[in-house]
DNA sequence: TGAATGTATCGACAACTATCGAATCAACGG
DNA sequence: CCGTTGATTCGATAGTTGTCGATACATTCA
């Protein structure tokens, strides 16, 4: 960019970049945020997650939906915890799972990038 | 909450689920475009180009901002392209690039899932 | 205690991805 | 025409990831 001394050049490729709209760490940060929900398994089992009548739902009602073995399901799960899109909560053998919110919200408010455009 | 460890347990595992809330192929679809969306430089390239005052990028501008080589860039970019997430227009000797609202706005009402679960 | 069941972890493998250098294509200017 | 510049494509490689079987852990029940 900006080759050597432009003369007549100076309209034509681009308006200036607007300030710096998210630096390497955030951009980082939410990465891996949007990478727990680029499986679409991982993406139904939190579809199904959140959508539970009660808010909280069984490990061992989420391999039938999916269609995955235990430990797959239960690495997908792991994923969605790190990521802080569920948390899971121990009732005596079973393990039930329950959406994040506010995550869910944060993740969206990233998806309004464009609204800070200004003028 | 409520009473805690019951007895006979046998079908008080878990509370029904709600009714498929993602299909197998709505998730797939959507996990391409999250997936996009999952990597660092694509993350900063989407959030340039939204934020630009023009809403337009020029390919030029966008190598220098996130460190990457000029190949890594427009691979970059192609994703985002392909994932519908990003529209290039060629404008002569260079490629334009601009956000796409609708698609931005899309993957927002997806991550209001947790509002569709009732009661 | 031992058996049974639900979860999580481990080991391994196939598939995918990010990255770069080099080559190729496209468009403009002299 | 050529030569320059921007962009895409190609080939190769290192790293990551999804998947499952086998295993280990935890809890409940007999």
Chains 1, 2 share one sequence.
Do not use: N
């Not at 050597?4 to 630096?23: H, I, K």
């Not at 919110?101 to 800070?116: C, G, K, S, T």
Request: aromatic share 2%; net charge neutral; with cysteine.
């Amino acid at each position: 960019m900006t080759t050597s001394l432009p003369l007549l050049v100076d309209d034509l490729c681009c308006a200036p970049l607007g300030l710096d709209p998210l630096d390497a760490a955030s951009s980082a940060q939410l990465a891996q945020a949007f990478k727990a929900l680029s499986d679409p398994v991982r993406l139904r089992l939190l579809s199904i997650i959140a959508a539970a009548p009660s808010g909280e739902v069984c490990a061992c009602d989420l391999t039938a939906p999916v269609g995955k073995s235990q430990p797959t399901v239960s690495h997908h799960l792991k994923v969605l915890r790190e990521a802080g899109l569920v948390t899971s909560r121990k009732h005596g053998t079973w393990v039930h799972y329950r959406a994040v919110p506010e995550q869910l919200a944060a993740l969206r408010q990233v998806l309004a990038m464009e609204m800070r455009a200004g003028t």
